[in-house]
């Protein structure tokens, strides 16, 4: 026993001599730290959107790709523009999407995240909705910049919101004129849209009626630029996050989206310029309801109207690409961007945007599209979705493949980008002045 004792006590001692040396140890490194943090130059501040991602999570040798999967892709509808243009690279079509390395869908809502790996190259993010959905990105932009783009608008699902409507409802006079649309958020192509003239035809007495509270509420854009043959149209413009990490994204250009009937008309499709709400929708061939940008800085720099600019359609121009550059800032939070991916290493993704705008020149954003349709059914829209799916993917490539230790990033594919015609509106952090607003 008393031997016993002995060696316990011994235990005991050693065990105590250890942790007194490991205090000692530590005390000492956080007593000196301080000298070193002193002698030490103080570096600026810098936003922490640019110091994410680690240099390596997003580049093509570290997502080691399964050597089956390589140079394969999966594609939903199997036929698609983005089909075509892989197969003419030289990848192989396979009918797995867990054996692709890259995935294309053209609807988001049929991606199964769960059997997503994190190697894969994804066209859509699991958050895209947030930026798709009409509340939620009037959610987004309330008390941002690109605020300052949306027309007036009233979420009717939010109590404060639906009251403040309310009240503007009731001290607006009747009107044979449209004043206000009213949307349900979760649809598109212009399907639960309603033409409203009198605001309170939304109310029940002095409230919002029930059957109104899960809509938006948007003001009428009444006083717009139209075509030189009387019609009304908006611009569908495209845009590319080629990646996330570092953040790149892109301007891709776009047409304008006609209404096939005269202003002065009647109808739905007089007023709302969506393919599916024309004659014929997206099978119809008529020239006439998609036409190219260069027609509009054509109308502009011969009308040059009274208070007008000096070089009008550069200032359109200008205001439709810093509408981008606004909408996608907003998404921003201190540590990351709010739609940067889960799921996989790497993502990119192509957006529409469409904007209206008025005898002013005020560029007005009506929604961003999330899985935008990619028409080939006239001359305009065939033009540029048949030249801008092949650019997008050589670039989203060129990132995929360049060397990670790549300085600056993206370097390689920013010089294809812009060879490409696409324009840098973020990259990393930085949010470069548009070419179209230089000497404005």
Not at 275 to 281: D, L, N, V
Not at 396 to 416: M, Q, R, T
């Amino acid at each position: 026993m008393p031997a016993q004792r002995r060696r316990r006590g011994a235990r005991l001692i050693t065990s105590c001599a250890t942790v007194t040396l490991t205090f000692v140890a530590l005390l000492a490194f956080y007593q000196l730290e301080p000298l070193q943090v002193e002698t030490t130059v103080s570096q600026p501040q810098i936003p922490k959107h640019q110091l994410r991602p680690p240099a390596r999570v997003a580049r093509h040798v570290d997502r080691q790709v399964p050597p089956k999967a390589q140079k394969h892709f999966y594609s939903q509808p199997s036929s698609s523009h983005t089909a075509a243009a892989l197969t003419k690279r030289g990848w192989r079509q396979t009918k797995n999407p867990e054996e692709a390395e890259v995935l294309w869908y053209q609807r988001k809502q049929l991606i199964d995240w769960g059997h997503v790996q994190k190697w894969q190259l994804v066209n859509h993010v699991r958050r895209e909705r947030d930026i798709g959905h009409k509340r939620n990105l009037a959610r987004r932009l309330q008390g941002t910049a690109a605020a300052r783009w949306v027309p007036e608008t009233y979420d009717l699902s939010d109590k404060v919101q639906a009251a403040n409507f309310a009240k503007v409802a009731l001290e607006e006079e009747p009107s044979s004129a449209i004043k206000w649309l009213v949307k349900r958020p979760g649809t598109d192509g212009g399907k639960g849209i309603e033409l409203v003239q009198n605001a309170r035809d939304v109310l029940d007495g002095t409230s919002v009626k029930r059957s109104m509270k899960d809509r938006l509420a948007q003001r009428y854009v009444s006083d717009l630029l139209l075509t030189p043959d009387g019609r009304k149209f908006d611009l569908r413009v495209y845009w590319v996050v080629a990646s996330f990490r570092p953040e790149l994204v892109l301007y891709g250009g776009g047409t304008l989206r006609v209404s096939a009937s005269n202003f002065t008309g009647g109808g739905k499709g007089t007023h709302l310029t969506n393919a599916a709400q024309q004659q014929g929708g997206h099978s119809s061939h008529d020239e006439s309801t998609r036409r190219s940008m260069q027609e509009l800085w054509d109308q502009l720099s011969s009308e040059k109207r009274e208070g007008w600019p000096a070089d009008p359609a550069a200032y359109v121009d200008c205001h439709i690409r810093k509408t981008i550059q606004d909408v996608w800032r907003a998404y921003e939070s201190t540590e990351k961007h709010l739609l940067e991916p889960r799921e996989t290493h790497d993502a990119f993704i192509l957006l529409g945007l469409d904007v209206m705008i008025d005898a002013n020149l005020n560029v007005y954003l009506s929604e961003v599209q999330s899985g935008c349709g990619l028409p080939t059914n006239t001359k305009a829209v065939r033009d540029v979705v048949l030249k801008l799916v092949p650019d997008l993917l050589d670039v989203v490539f060129a990132v995929k493949d360049a060397s990670y230790n790549e300085k600056p990033p993206h370097a390689a594919a920013i010089a294809l980008a812009e060879a490409r015609g696409f324009e840098v509106l973020a990259n990393g952090g930085a949010t470069p002045e548009p070419r179209a607003c230089r000497g404005l």
